[in-house]
């Protein structure tokens, strides 16, 4: 293994992207690209479910990935899915299937955890100046975000991308007047809800990220019809000039290539779109995308700036928690997974962390009410953005936090595929345990207390003289005891 290379996976709706870096005095330098054109949303059926030809040519795709992943850690490999895995019916069995090909787990990203990664991969890889609007049209949607040096101030997701709208408006690549007027239509369209707050944000520069821009970009160069940004003007003519054409393969258009012709006519449909409604002046390319956002977030959990640990504190403070409270939790919840992980075996990575967060913000359904705190805990933390958390790991905190107290209805445990099902129910045992012992709210009450673990059944050692003395919190204790022995999870107190 090379402890020093880092790798990012973005699995797209068009194409699928590897990007490999070295960590280099604390800064990734890029030594490795592989892109191949997998097309996973084309043939996308009614019914939402991927074509068995989309997906055999993914997983094709994949193999060729994991040779070259082979000699990297795989705490340092991240591969994130998009819109397409985000969307289609049956995008639970092509993630297990290509889990088992790259011998690693699959994070499907919400549309906002894609644009903020979006975002960072530009910041980091181009000089920004003010206030900048970046624009990343992939297969299935187009991301938007405004943004000033490395904090993005708006961010959005539209449905809206290369590959779904030439299915609908250009289907077997015909050109047409009618076709472009209807793709551009529908993108205003999906633009019309963030318009007024984009325009009152405004920006200073536009940068366009993706493969289709780059593509329009150099055919509006290669026919010397821009100074190097993509203008409303230079879209226009490009239109124009290929609706003289009736279908796209009989475009003669330098700078195009037979990879990126199938859905270019949706691409300069979806840019109409995009610079007439915000509108947009003048926008210029970078190189910067997903795969280096998910590359730089390994950056800055290396220097100790986790973006999830900025979101658990944002929301710590939106929803008013009670900090002394969560604090007691947190520490007796890492104080028990510490102790616990190596005779029960569970990963340090991603469940120290995951449980860390949970305890600090298993509270939050106090901003609805008392009654059932743990089932609005579950809903808030389930149905809010959270920057820097994938899907599956969102799920995790969430499901964590339901089961925090109270009888255990498992039958109501999310399926969580990328997380092995006994540490997750472990996970469960040591917060409620947590919760438990800090029912009366003070500091310093809890003893020193030994909590071992053989096989299942967890054993609880505590000081006679402060069981006396502490008899309301023995009476919580023994009933969170009964909980567990309803469950089949013994849980044992004795006197030390």
């Not at 490009?238 to 475009?251: A, F, I, P, R």
């Not at 986790?306 to 929803?319: F, M, N």
């Not at 913000?361 to 705190?373: C, F, K, R, V």
Request: overall charge negative; proline content about 3%.
């Amino acid at each position: 293994m090379d402890n020093s290379l880092y790798a990012a996976v973005d699995l797209g709706s068009n194409s699928f992207h590897m990007v490999i870096a070295r960590l280099n005095e604390g800064r990734m330098q890029i030594v490795d690209r592989i892109k191949e054109r997998v097309r996973l949303a084309e043939g996308m059926d009614e019914q939402r479910r991927m074509s068995e030809e989309a997906m055999a040519r993914g997983l094709d795709c994949l193999a060729l990935f994991a040779e070259r992943l082979t000699n990297i850690k795989p705490d340092q490999i991240r591969i994130a899915g998009t819109y397409t895995l985000r969307r289609a019916s049956n995008a639970r069995a092509f993630v297990s299937e290509a889990a088992k090909v790259l011998n690693h787990p699959i994070e499907i990203i919400s549309g906002q955890e894609e644009a903020r990664l979006i975002y960072q991969g530009v910041a980091h890889t181009q000089h920004i100046e003010g206030q900048v609007l970046v624009v990343d049209i992939g297969g299935g949607s187009t991301e938007l975000i405004i943004g000033e040096g490395f904090e993005p101030k708006a961010l959005t997701s539209r449905k809206m991308g290369c590959v779904s709208f030439t299915q609908s408006f250009f289907p077997n690549g015909k050109l047409s007047e009618k076709a472009f007027n209807g793709a551009v239509l529908e993108a205003q369209h999906q633009l019309a809800p963030i318009i007024n707050q984009y325009r009152k944000l405004g920006w200073q520069s536009c940068l366009g990220s993706s493969g289709s821009i780059r593509t329009v970009r150099d055919v509006l160069q290669g026919e010397e019809w821009t100074d190097g940004a993509i203008t409303l003007a230079g879209l226009e003519r490009l239109k124009t000039e290929m609706l003289k054409h009736k279908k796209v393969d009989q475009l003669k258009l330098a700078g195009l290539t037979e990879e990126r012709q199938g859905v270019f006519a949706a691409a300069v449909a979806i840019l109409l779109g995009l610079f007439t409604s915000l509108p947009i002046e003048r926008m210029e390319y970078s190189d910067g995308a997903l795969r280096e956002g998910l590359l730089y977030e390994f950056e800055e959990r290396l220097q100790h700036h986790d973006i999830r640990e900025r979101t658990a504190l944002a929301l710590s403070t939106h929803y008013h928690i009670d900090k002394r409270q969560a604090t007691r939790v947190e520490q007796s919840v890492l104080a028990l997974f510490d102790a616990l992980s190596g005779p029960w075996e569970m990963p340090e990575e991603p469940y120290r962390a995951i449980l860390g967060w949970a305890a600090r913000l298993h509270e939050i359904g106090l901003a609805i009410n008392y009654s059932g705190i743990h089932k609005h805990s579950a809903y808030i933390l389930q149905n809010t953005d959270l920057p820097g958390f994938n899907q599956d790991d969102q799920a995790l905190l969430a499901a964590l936090v339901r089961f925090q107290r109270k009888g255990l209805k498992l039958a109501e445990l999310p399926a969580l595929p990328n997380h092995d099902e006994q540490t997750v129910l472990r996970c469960i045992r040591i917060l409620r345990l947590a919760v438990a012992a800090h029912h009366r709210r003070q500091d310093n009450l809890l003893p020193e207390w030994n909590v071992q673990a053989a096989g299942d059944q967890l054993v609880v050692t505590l000081p006679l003289d402060w069981c006396d003395e502490n008899r309301l919190l023995m009476q919580n204790l023994e009933k969170e005891h009964r909980y567990c022995q309803e469950q089949g999870w013994p849980l044992l107190f004795q006197l030390g």
